[in-house]
């Protein structure tokens, strides 16, 4: 009974292997066609680079080159839903018909929220190449995608500092950190039935996720910040002493506060599309939304395969138009950081406020 149970595993393992090795070796099949198009800016006409064009039922597609044009290959014969996606824009969707054999034509054109359209960056150029000779070498499509759930998330790991006598470094120094991700990414964990990584659980940013009624500096005290301080006795040991320091900065009324100039700079490729990124993120902007003061303003720049500005810098009375904005963002392409954040740079530059 072992001997076959070990067979049938062994089975399970080697079928999908043969499978995909058939498909590449053997002649594609016959059944298929090509489509074809370009991708234009709605307003200027100008052809676009860095699009993504997907048939998304299917997880192929292509990428705009320079010249806003895209070719998707051995496409099954049938009736497809194309769409175009591009940062700054709303998706675009086309019903096209692929006979076999043949090449069907489509075009694209997009309302940009931004003046023209950006250039290709390098660094999009290259993911793109990346991803066209991981599809097979020519421009045929992004066949070998990664899966939907793929995963890259990481913790750097954590070292715990070891013990050192005082007359040796008699200066110890900590940074003030006020990040809580922590607890709310290790509760997901838990809540999902997943054992968090180890690396996953930061102390300090437990401790700072709780609100805490330490004594503020008032108005007539000449340092911004109060200091509150205990020892006690380590819980696991009673001889070891631990030292709670906590610091509360001065409590500026919102009336108060200077105006603010903000400028966004949101990741929206393809490893955004899952709930609890992009779509979490876009529920934080529209609650932002909704405390603004007439006298900050907002700006929104994205990156993917390109880098654009979705949302130019508007008072914060603008309500309605920082939502749309919002709604607007959609996941897909590859990563272009260099230049998204040039984009936000020169953007927040444009709109500085003195003595905000």
Known sequence: MRSLVALSLTLLFLLPLSHEASA????????TGTIVGT????????????????????????????????????????????????????????????????????SFSLALSRQGPPSMTDEAESAVALRMSRSGGGRGGLRRQRPSNWNTEDYAPIESNNFRAVSDPPLSTFSIDVDGASYTNTRRF????????????????????????YPAPTAEDEHPFAATMEVGPAPWREKHRLVHIGVQGRRVPQA??????LVFLIDVSGS?????????????????????????????????????????????????????????????????????????????????????
């Open 24 to 31: 590449v070796q053997g002649a594609p099949p016959t059944s």
């Open 190 to 213: 838990i809540r999902d039935g997943e054992r968090p990584p180890k690396d996953a659980v930061r102390i300090e940013e437990f401790l700072n996720y709780f609100q805490y009624d």
């Open 39 to 106: 991708v234009t800016d709605a307003k200027t006409g100008q052809r676009l680079p860095g699009v993504n064009v997907v048939i998304d039922s299917l997880q192929i597609g292509d990428a705009t080159g320079q010249k806003g044009r895209f070719r998707i290959t051995q496409v099954p014969a049938g009736t497809h839903v194309v769409t175009a996606r591009f940062a700054g824009s709303v998706a675009r969707q086309k019903r096209v018909s692929v006979d076999e054999g043949e090449t069907a034509r489509i």
């Open 256 to 261: 108060e506060r200077p105006p603010s100039n």
């Open 272 to 356: 955004m599309r899952s709930p609890r990124k992009l779509p979490l993120l876009k529920k934080g902007f529209r609650m932002l939304a909704e405390q603004l003061r007439p006298e900050d303003r907002v700006a929104m720049v994205v990156y993917a395969g390109s880098s654009g500005i979705v949302l130019e810098s508007t008072p914060g009375t603008e309500t309605d138009s920082i939502k749309q904005a919002i709604a607007r963002l959609e996941a897909g392409g590859s990563t272009a950081g260099a230049a998204g954040i040039r984009q936000a740079y020169q953007v927040a530059e444009e709109n500085f406020v003195e003595d905000g």
